[in-house]
């Protein structure tokens, strides 16, 4: 450890920013909220409240005074200096369950890269995502999750992915070019002309034989340059073989969700400016065109919920003018 410090240093900072704060306290957020000291919400304090101990503790070693700090204000002892160093529960390890949790959070990774390139905010509800009907049994339990966390109204696996995306293949002329020298041509024009199947095997990091200059080749990945591109009305996401498609058609009902979205999100970030409790509930107040009218109309529940408005009002010359993506509205918000 002492000549590994940096590494272990990045691997705690990785769980802490990646798989505590941006996965499982956004992720349990609501559970959080509860007014009702349920077990769920005990279950999730004491969770949180045992994983930052042990942060604590293991941070100790290269952060003595910040760890003790948060060691002494949790647990009430007098130093963390004293305690001991946590240790490995590795009969509670499941594999698989990690297994299929790094799936979803690939593919809801890969999706929010897919709308990042289409430059579609993961606030705007999309009707579909289609994925590979490969992992159907590993994961499709786990389908509400990724609905969530990618805007997504419906998931559906699929058997043949190439319906919705165009696939080719050339050469990679740096590995392959003195290995056929001539023959490069012909390699060409047989890689043109594979199967949907011998694209797969590629992608899977399998070998084909292909037939060239009246020998059979073996052909690997690295031999090869595979592009995806999506058919129309879809974009297309892939990374360590696996993929997502989104159906990016936006319908007017998911246009009126999205600003009803971003609505939620504007009004969360005032309350936050006017340092109101997450508990309080409050009136809204708000001036827009038709079109944000007809989407506060549309989803008015859904705003009031995620807000905890319990009224929302039509009022002008309001102060605070927020976009709503592209519909210049104003908000203004008051503790009930």
């Known amino acids: 450890v002492l000549f590994r410090s940096m590494r272990t240093v990045r691997k705690i900072q990785e769980f802490v920013v990646e798989d505590l704060s941006n996965w499982y306290i956004r ?20 969770t949180t409240y045992e994983i930052l101990v042990g942060v604590a503790e293991m941070i100790a070693p290269f952060a003595p005074f910040l760890s003790d700090e948060i060691y002494t204000k949790l647990t009430g002892e007098e130093t963390v200096h004293v305690a001991y160093f946590p240790e490995a529960m590795e009969e509670l390890i499941d594999k698989k369950v990690e297994e299929r949790m790094d799936l979803v959070r690939s593919l809801i990774s890969i999706g929010r890269f897919v709308r990042e390139e289409t430059k579609i905010k993961v606030r705007q509800p999309l009707s579909e995502a289609l994925l590979d009907g490969k992992n159907k049994d590993l994961i499709s339990d786990l389908v509400p999750l990724i609905q969530e966390e990618l805007n997504i109204k419906e998931v559906v696996f699929v058997d043949d992915l190439n319906e919705y995306m165009n696939l080719s293949v050339k050469p990679n002329f740096k590995v392959v070019g003195k290995v056929f020298g001539p023959l490069i041509k012909e390699f060409q024009t047989k890689l043109e002309g594979l199967s949907g199947d011998d694209i797969s095997t590629l992608q899977k990091g399998g070998t084909i034989t292909l037939e060239v200059g009246g020998e059979d080749k073996e052909v690997t990945l690295e031999m090869v340059d595979i592009r995806i ?79 905890l408005s319990t009224d929302i009002v039509v009022k002008f010359n309001l102060k605070e003018e927020v976009d709503l993506n592209g519909h210049t509205t104003q908000i203004d918000v008051e503790r009930v």
């Not at 992720?27 to 004491?46: C, G, P, Q, T």
């Not at 319908?251 to 979205?261: K, N, P, S, V």
């Open 27 to 46: 992720r349990a957020r609501r559970r959080f909220w509860n007014e009702e000291l349920d077990a769920d919400k005990k279950s999730v304090y004491k």
């Open 229 to 307: 591109s999506s058919k129309e009305g879809f974009n297309v996401g892939m990374e360590n073989n696996n993929f997502i498609i989104l159906d990016t058609t936006l319908t007017d009902e998911l246009i009126l969700e999205g600003i009803a979205r971003e609505m939620v999100s504007k009004v969360q970030q005032l309350r936050k400016n006017k340092d109101f409790n997450v508990a309080d509930r409050i009136t809204l107040y708000y001036n827009g065109d038709d079109e944000v009218t007809e989407a506060v109309n549309m989803f008015d529940e859904f705003i009031k919920n995620e807000t």
